[in-house]
């Protein structure tokens, strides 16, 4: 038997899919016997990710430390930053695994400190979207590329979550071949492959995600509008979940003359099941959870071609749309017209089963792992 490791996982927002990648890994790397803890920002979440980490509390032997880490570039990273330090000092990991910008960047000049007192620790980096989806022609995304660069050259390993995103990091960052780059989807557990039939009174659309420009919530509350239009009846939708923007969206669906209950962050799986049509309006992704949770759930869904989406689908699929209004609200005018014919088009679950497995994706990285201690 391989000795056990002792991993911290670090990243700034405890929210979306990030977080439920860390939660897998912990929950599948402590079950193989190795000594997990947490790093994370304390001002982000809510009641949802509280019970999140009181699932996993006990698993994580190497506990959790929650603390301000801000989104943008501040002075306060040097707090944070020297209390990430002692920590992973005195913890003394094997790995250590950055998710995203910040946690990346935690792990790669703390890791290569330590190394520097001649203490061997495997720096891993995970972008999962993040700075990738800046604009390489901005200022900002010229100076956050900049800064990336610099880092793969601290990095022992790159992970990505999905083909298009390890693409666009060799287009905007690196294409070194010095630093070993793999990639690896997410997965899912058997349990998630268990069917959620929609309520009796479930609404017609649903929206699961952020409160942000990003993933597209004005999208589909306009492209709701343009359905009402062309299908001249009312369109029932519930939007879900939290974020900077929500009275925005609130206000909008108000304007817009909309049928649409705005609801706090649940469960995916208990948020299926208010709705009949999942609807993934992003304008950007990398691999999202909650593109094959649905699928694995039995649920219809209407995409945007963006990201890792493709990937799941196949790019052909008639469920992938552009991410504007019309696109989408063309895919919802078909839903309506034949919902169980629409149905049809996804994915097959077993498909789905042999591609997207927790189980591969942990044994995967525990190999990415121990490459790396090794080079």
């Known amino acids: 038997m391989d000795q056990s490791l002792r991993i911290i996982h670090c990243f700034r927002s405890p929210v979306g899919g990030i977080f439920r990648h860390v939660r897998d890994l912990a929950k599948a790397q402590a079950a193989a016997g190795h000594k997990v803890g947490i790093i994370c920002d304390s001002s982000t979440g809510g009641p949802l990710e509280e019970h ?3 699932q996993i509390q006990d698993k994580l032997e190497l506990g959790v430390l929650r603390m ?17 330090y002692r920590l992973i000092k005195e913890l003394r990991p094997d790995v250590l695994h950055g998710h995203g910008a910040k946690g990346g960047a935690l792990v790669r000049v703390f890791g290569s400190v330590l190394r520097v007192f001649r203490y061997r620790v495997a720096r891993v980096y995970s972008p999962h979207g993040g700075v990738l989806h800046y604009d390489p022609a901005t200022r900002k995304g010229r100076l956050l590329f900049a800064i990336e660069r610099m880092l793969t050259r601290l990095s022992d390993h790159i992970l990505f979550v999905s083909e298009h995103e390890r693409q666009a990091f060799r287009e905007k960052i690196s294409r070194s071949a010095s630093v070993p780059m793999s990639m690896f989807h997410n997965g899912l557990a058997p349990s998630e492959f268990i069917p959620v039939a929609p309520a009796p009174d479930a609404a017609d659309f649903i929206y699961i995600g952020m409160m942000r420009g990003l993933k597209g919530p004005d999208l589909f509350l306009q492209a709701l509008a343009n359905a009402e239009t062309i299908t001249e009846r009312k369109i029932r939708a519930v939007m879900i979940g939290d974020g900077p923007d929500l009275q925005s969206y609130k ?27 999942v609807v993934v309006p992003s304008r950007a992704e990398a691999m999202p959870y909650l593109v094959l949770e649905a699928l694995a759930a039995g649920k219809p869904m209407i995409a945007t071609a963006v990201g890792g989406i493709p990937e799941i689908f196949g790019a052909s699929s008639p469920a992938l749309v552009s991410a504007d209004a019309n696109s989408i609200a063309s895919t919802m005018v078909r839903v309506l017209e034949n919902e169980a014919a629409y149905l049809k088009t996804m994915p097959p679950a077993d498909e789905l089963r042999s591609r ?3 189980a591969t994706m942990s044994n995967n990285i525990e190999t990415a792992y121990r490459t790396s201690l090794l080079s």
């Open 68 to 84: 301000p880490i801000r989104r943008a570039i501040s002075a306060a990273d040097l707090a944070a930053g020297w209390r990430t």
């Open 356 to 358: 997207f497995s927790v």
């Open 52 to 54: 999140y980490f009181e």
């Open 251 to 277: 206000r909008l669906a108000e304007v817009l003359g909309l049928a649409v209950s705005f609801r706090p962050p649940i469960p995916a799986r208990d948020a299926f099941a208010l709705g009949r049509t």
